[in-house]
């Protein structure tokens, strides 16, 4: 049995492997993978509710070189790949066969678990869409929730993996697409141990994370079943948003940059 988790792919340079482990050069990331049931059902949700935009795509075949990197021997695999409009990132969905497979079903505060984040102009025209779809809101009520001047929720996919989704104003920057819903996208991994995580990430790949504050539960939308929590934001590579709770508020910032980046946040839940 061998259990298949979504990974973000970052792009070293040939030299990195050359030299110290920590001294890797990082310059780019991939594509957030996610591993599906069923495939035309996935690309459903995220084309046509979501609207990434599909890219490239293979179909079943037993690749001797995805066997080696997943350790699969004998599985064939085939993949299709959704751009996410503004951000750097995009979404690769996979589908195996001839292995058995089980479905995973972590909670996304449960550390190793990972979500993807999606920024968006306007909430309603996707909700709309989610009946018959196969996700789910898992956000207290059914409802988005209003944090300063922007709506916030959180989605399951058919597969039961959490998207967040935020009702932002994009910032002015040229890299933000003038039309469409999606404008961004980021990655979080909640982690056991937000300090040793920091400390692998920048000893084995060079990415310095500042470590971050500690949040009230109960404005992370109202969703965590833990009493508090606590985000390290790192920018890998259009815009980037940063929420940290001071006193009663959560706070959201959005920064420009001159290029397109990429956010992966770590989130820890200390246990109970």
């Not at 709309?128 to 789910?136: E, Q, R, T, V």
């Not at 944090?147 to 929720?153: A, E, L, Q, S, Y």
């Not at 400390?199 to 833990?226: E, N, Q, V």
Request: aromatic letters at 8%; one cysteine or more; a neutral charge.
């Amino acid at each position: 049995m061998r259990n298949i988790i979504p990974a973000l792919v970052l792009l070293m340079s040939s030299a990195a492997f050359a030299q110290a482990p920590n001294a890797p050069d990082v310059v780019g990331v991939g594509n957030f993978s996610h591993v599906v049931r069923d495939m035309d059902r996935a690309v459903a949700f995220y084309r046509d509710v979501l609207g990434l935009e599909v890219g490239a795509s293979q179909p079943f075949s037993p690749n001797p070189a995805i066997m080696r990197l997943g350790n699969t021997p004998g599985a064939q695999s085939k993949m299709v790949q959704l751009r996410v409009p503004g951000s750097t990132m995009g979404v690769e969905l996979l589908e195996y066969k001839d292995i058995e497979r089980r479905v995973q079903t972590p909670r996304f505060f449960d550390p190793g678990a990972a979500n993807m984040a999606l920024r968006v102009r306007d909430l309603a025209p996707i909700l709309a869409k989610l009946p018959g779809s196969g996700a789910k809101i898992i956000t207290e009520g059914g409802q988005p929730a209003t944090v300063n001047n922007g709506k916030f929720v959180f989605l399951q996919d058919p597969d039961g993996f959490v998207v967040e989704l935020a009702q932002t104003a994009p910032p002015a920057d040229a890299q933000v697409p003038p039309t469409g819903n999606v404008f961004g996208g980021s990655f979080e991994l909640t982690v056991n141990d937000s300090e040793q995580s920091v400390k692998f990430y920048k000893d084995m790949l060079g990415i310095d994370m500042p470590l971050g504050l500690w949040h009230d539960a109960h404005f992370a939308l109202r969703i965590w079943t833990t009493s508090r929590w606590k985000r390290t934001v790192v920018v890998v590579g259009l815009w980037a948003s940063i929420g940290c709770n001071q006193g009663a508020q959560m706070t959201i910032s959005m920064t420009a940059a001159a290029t397109p980046i990429t956010r992966m946040h770590l989130i820890a839940v200390p246990a109970a």
